[in-house]
Each structure stands twice: as C-alpha cells, then as structure tokens.
C-alpha cells in the first residue's frame, strides 16, 4: 500500500462542496467551520445544526430535489458537475450509492479531490483524526484501514498535551517576526526556541501566568537569547490527588503530571494501578504512614520534597484522595513556600465523595440530607476538637475520615448529644477497589458491626439517614453487608 503524503490545506475563501445535509454530514461541515472555507451543501433536508449553520450564514445550503432524487436525469447531473468544479474539496456524505459513486467519478475527472465517507476505494483525500491545541495541530491518519486505531492514539496524545501548548504557540506566534530579527541565524534561531520551551517560560503558561511568560521571553531575547535561558531549569513540586484507589477516577492532568515526574513521592494509600500509570523510569519513594505507627513523619516528608526539588527535580507529591481534604498538602505547599519553591496542586476525587458514590450512599439527598460534613477522627486529639452537638443534628451526612480505630468513641459521642441510635451508617472499605467493602448498620451497634466484620483501614464511615441507601442503590462490587435487613428509606 502507497502511503499518504500529509497536507494541511488553506481553505480561507476556498469553496469546499459537501453533499447531504444528515449527522454525518453535520460533522463534516462542523471541522470546516473556523477554517474560512466558503462552504456550500447540497442537500434535499437538513439537520436542526446545519439549518442554524445556514441562518447565521456560516454556510449556503442549496436545496436540489432533483439531484439528490437520483442522478439519472441530464439536468441533476449538470448541476452537480457544475458544484464540483467550482469547488477545491469535495466531501459526498450521503446514504445514497449511485451518487456517491458518481461525485467520486466527477472529481476525479476535474481533478478536486473528493471524500467519500466510509468508502475507501472511492475517497481520493481522507479526514484524520486531528488533534487541536490552538494554532497546533497533530494529524493522525491509518491510511483508511483502521480508523479506530487513529482514533485511540489521538485520546493518547490528548492525555499528554494540555492546552498550554496552544497558548505557548501563540504567544511565540505574536513575537515571531521580533524573534526572527533578534536571532536571523536559522541555527541559533531553533536552539534558543528549544532552550526557551525547556525552561521556566513553558511552566508559567502552563500555570496561566502569561504575563510573566512573555516577560520572561523578552528578557532572554533581550540578552541574546542564551544568557538567562542557560541557568539550570529550577525543580518544582507538583501536589497532585491520586483518588481512592481506581485508577479510571485520576484526572487527565493528575495523568500527565504522572508521566512527566522525575521523583514520585506517594503514600500508602496511593493504589498500584496508580503507579503503574506513572512514567516507568520515574524514582518511587514511599512515605508511609499507618495508624499508630508513623514509618516517615511529615517533618521528613517535607525535607524530602526540599531536597529533591533543590536538586531540580520535578516532584509529584501523591497523595491518596485530594491533597487538600485531611492531606496535609497546605502544610507541606507552606514549607515549599518558605523555602521558595515553585508548586502547583491538581486535586483529585475525594475519599467521601468516591466511596458514596461506589457505596451507593448519595451524600446529599432533599428528603434526608440537606450538608455534608466532612470529619477526621484517628486520634483522641481529633475527636477533643469536635463540635459534637453540631454533629448530632439530623438532616446532614457524616462522613468521616480515619475513624476505624475510634468508632466507640464516635458512637458514645453522638449518642450522648442526642443522636438517634438507629440512624444508618455504611462503613466503606477500599472503596473503588476491587476488593470494596461496605458493611451497613445503625449507629448504636456500630463498633460492634466494625469489629465482628474485621474492618480494615483504609474505610470510610458514611452516617446518616442517606446511608440506609446503600442497598437498593447498589451498583458496584459485592452487595452491602449488614447485621440485620434496614429497611428501605426510599
């Protein structure tokens, strides 16, 4: 098979012809419309979207009963020859063969080059799969005979190019012809572009700090383009929440920070389907910690994220659900700060929110909980701090992090401020895992429904009449475990 020779084509007031007015040919004209084409449809009927198109004078849709009723007819066939050859591209989008076959046949003859959709021995020009990042564009192309595979590398790329690419391009694009006369020799040219693009100026776009971007290029420009760029990239911490465990709830950026890391400094709590999303040749340190015994205490975590971060290293500080929520990530950004380290935070899916949702236990609900209070509770100093009366009150959602070794000392709690004893309660362990527990119960036997069922940390205590939920929704993993059947609150 020959290969395809790529092309981006200018189309600004070039007439591209599209035949049929139905989806497919909406998506078609859609990729057309900010390239400056005059853009022409023949079609009997149009969808909603391209009848808008047409109103808003996007595009001119021409109505030809007799053309598209078939092409037997000497005056269709002339009207369509007529369109093709006033046209550069020509993309035949329609369920009808005999057209399709005789656009193609049309094209070749007058030499535009014509896209039949889904028939690869009439196209003479295929569509890629494009990725778009403003004036940056990736084309990828199975030359026709896997489309899917196309496809599935484009969401790839798509994963590990944010849109600060875009917005770097542009800005280089407003400064390229003072850049050209700054730097006429093409070799020096292409070196302090690439030096420019490794340094801090690609970080501070990244961080929407555009002004300081562009200072940054004006001051290297300014000094020949080499004396500031040349000074050692400055290391960087990146916080970044990991989830509850299943790696399909990290983000896209959490993604790419992950594959860009030099040090990954995580917890225990952080999943190995995580990790083994990271990028392979990344250094991994482990910074336990487990209740009652503390492997790495914060002050060494901190020392460790100065360290590698002076050494210029970019570091992901994982961290298991969101590093802001009982994660201590504002003590350990305070410390970068006060050492002048540069950082950035992507959050992550909390632990509350993953494992109701994977519990089926709604945290809010208008017929039973109207606030969520999120709650820490691993030691005896935790629990002192506790507005207990607050807590008691109906109407809201518990759910509690770190609980599992103090659940008679929470249920006493509540109950000696009025909490009612049968209020429900679903204990989730390793939630979004694929061992996912979740044991229900009401709160007076709570501590004893924990203990006969050997509930293990990590868990997370959901408590309130939202809880009695967790049975009739039930979606994933093993059915909910209680003591006794609750009855259903829906």
Not at 10 to 31: N, S
Not at 416 to 433: D, I, W, Y
Not at 453 to 473: D, E, F, R, T, W
Request: glycine fraction near 8%.
């Amino acid at each position: 098979m020959n290969r395809l020779y790529p092309i981006f084509a200018d189309l600004r007031d070039r007439r591209v012809l599209v035949i049929g007015g139905g989806l497919v040919a909406e998506r078609k004209i859609a990729a057309l419309l900010d390239t400056g084409a005059d853009i022409q449809v023949l079609a009997r009927h149009t969808t909603p979207a391209v009848q808008q198109w047409a109103s808003a004078q996007h595009i001119n849709v021409l109505r030809q009963n007799v053309l598209l009723s078939g092409v037997a007819g000497w005056y269709g066939r002339w009207r369509l020859q007529r369109a093709v050859q006033q046209a550069w591209l020509v993309i035949a989008a329609t369920d009808n063969k005999d057209l399709n076959r005789y656009t193609a046949a049309l094209g070749k003859r007058c030499r535009v080059f014509t896209n039949v959709v889904d028939d690869l021995e009439l196209t003479q020009f295929q569509v890629p799969a494009v990725l778009q990042r403003g004036p940056i564009q990736a084309a990828i192309s199975s030359a026709g005979v896997a489309p899917v595979m196309a496809r599935r590398m484009r969401a790839k790329l798509e994963l590990l190019l944010d849109e600060s690419v875009g917005q770097a391009a542009g800005l280089l694009s407003e400064w390229r012809e003072r850049i050209k006369q700054a730097l006429p020799d093409v070799g020096k040219r292409r070196q302090w572009y690439d030096q420019l693009l490794d340094s801090e100026f690609s970080e501070l776009v990244k961080a929407r700090q555009l002004s300081e971007a562009e200072q940054l290029l004006s001051r290297s420009l300014a000094a020949t383009g080499m004396q500031l760029i040349k000074q050692p990239k400055p290391g960087k911490v990146i916080l970044v929440g990991a989830g509850p465990g299943d790696p399909g709830l990290l983000t896209i950026q959490a993604l790419r920070e992950l594959q860009q890391a030099d040090v990954i400094v995580h917890d225990r709590l952080v999943s190995d389907e995580v990790l083994e999303l990271a990028r392979r040749d990344a250094e991994r340190i482990l910074v336990a910690k487990r209740a009652g015994q503390h492997e790495t205490t914060q002050n060494q975590i901190h020392q460790i994220l100065i360290r590698e971060a002076q050494a210029g290293k970019r570091v992901v500080r994982l961290k298991g659900g969101d590093p802001f929520v009982f994660g201590r990530g504002g003590e350990e950004l305070q410390v970068l700060r006060q050492h002048d380290i540069e950082f950035a935070v992507v959050p992550g899916i909390s632990a509350a929110m993953a494992c109701g949702a994977y519990a089926g236990v709604p945290l809010t609900h208008r017929d039973y909980a109207q606030s969520v209070r999120l709650v820490t509770a691993h030691c005896q100093d935790s629990m002192d701090r506790l507005d207990w009366a607050a807590l008691a009150d109906d109407n809201q959602t518990l759910a509690v992090y770190m609980g599992v070794g103090q659940l008679s000392l929470l249920r006493d709690r509540l109950l000696a401020h009025g909490k009612n004893p049968n209020t429900p309660f679903a204990l989730v362990e390793n939630g979004s895992r694929s061992n996912q527990r979740v044991i229900t119960g009401v709160l007076h036997d709570l501590p004893e429904t924990a203990r006969n069922n050997q509930i293990k940390s990590p868990s997370m205590l959901l408590l309130g009449q939202v809880a009695g939920l967790a049975h009739s929704l039930h979606w994933y993993g093993a059915e909910a475990i209680s003591k006794e059947s609750l009855s259903d609150v829906a």
